[in-house]
């Protein structure tokens, strides 16, 4: 008990967030979700915080600890093969020629467990939102009710929103990693949708950008209808939408390829009401004949006279 004691301390259990990061694969099985609770800070308006201490929740369990370990490591071999043979585990020639790539398909429950759901319920909102598998298990269908009623808790002053985004890729002992699609220049998506707007979100990571979680959307409109639509969404059609920023010359789609986190769909036009939209597939493109370099207009600042 002492030496747990010991490493739970330097794991960083009294606020030393750096090396819980790093110990966290192999601290969270013994912890068991009390983790999460422990380094919870947020409180939603008008709630009463908790009386009983986060400590005496923990509940450890070593089995799945060593358990852990042992797929952690096994994750690391397979990543270091795939490393030694070339990106993402093809041969360089192959990686080079690639030209289309499927990122998401919708096939069974594990397909629909890369993904994760959310709505203004999670800030007092009224608003519901589903996942799951479509007619004979060949697309995802999102599905819910919109309501734009605004929670009366004297702080929020807007709601009415649904989203679904991919969870982010994680390497070996929850490394962060980042997809690379220097490759391509657009996104390929196969859609049925109900006649809403919906945004297409590329989300990047804090480290690389200016902003905390810079945002780069671009408004799908689907037509509704029994027919399935493929929409090609160039990277340069991509505005930085974050804090309210427009996109301009000095911050291009374009970003480092380790940038590029993960991708999500929003819904939030302002309309009560039920929604639905199908996914059957997410993929990349390497348009050839797209030569666009960048989709807005763009001027030069302090021009010499």
């Known amino acids: ?123 007092g909102g009224k608003s519901e939102v589903y996942l799951k598998l479509g007619r004979n298990n060949q697309a995802a269908l999102l599905y819910g009710t919109l309501n734009t009623e605004v929670p009366r808790d004297g702080e929020t002053k ?29 996104l390929y998506l196969r859609v049925r949708g109900d006649g809403r707007p919906w945004m297409v979100n590329i989300y990047t990571d804090p480290y690389f950008s200016h902003q905390k979680d810079d945002l780069y959307s671009y408004f799908m409109f689907t037509r509704g209808g029994p ?15 974050s804090r309210g920023r427009v996109q301009d010359d000095q ?9 590029f986190l993960t991708l999500g769909f929003t819904l939030g036009d302002k309309v009560d009401g039920p929604f639905q939209l199908e996914i059957d597939f997410i993929g990349l493109l390497n348009d050839r004949a797209h030569t666009e370099e960048f989709a807005y207009e763009t001027y030069e600042k302090n021009p010499k006279i």
């Open 1 to 123: 008990m002492a030496l747990t004691v010991t490493v739970l301390k330097g794991a960083g259990l009294h606020g030393r967030c750096c090396r819980r990061k790093v110990l966290h694969p192999l601290l969270g099985p013994l912890l068991i979700d009390s983790m999460s609770k422990l380094y919870s800070t947020y409180r939603r308006p008008g709630s009463q915080p908790e009386k009983t201490p986060s400590w005496q929740k923990i509940d450890f369990s070593f089995k799945k600890g060593i358990d852990a370990l042992k797929t952690q490591l096994s994750l690391l071999k397979k990543e270091t093969k795939d490393h030694l043979i070339g990106p993402e585990g093809h041969p360089f020639s192959q990686y080079l020629l690639e030209q289309t790539k499927v990122m998401w398909e919708f096939r069974s429950q594990e397909d629909l467990k890369k993904w994760v759901i959310s709505s203004d319920v999670e800030i």
């Open 158 to 186: 807007y709601s009415g929103y649904c989203s679904m985004r991919a969870k982010p890729p994680v390497g070996s002992f929850a490394r962060k990693k980042y997809y690379d699609w220097s490759n391509f220049n657009s």
């Open 227 to 241: 027919y399935w639509e493929e929409i090609k969404i160039p990277f340069s059609k991509f505005f930085l939408s």
């Open 251 to 259: 911050h291009p789609i374009w970003l480092d390829k380790a940038s």
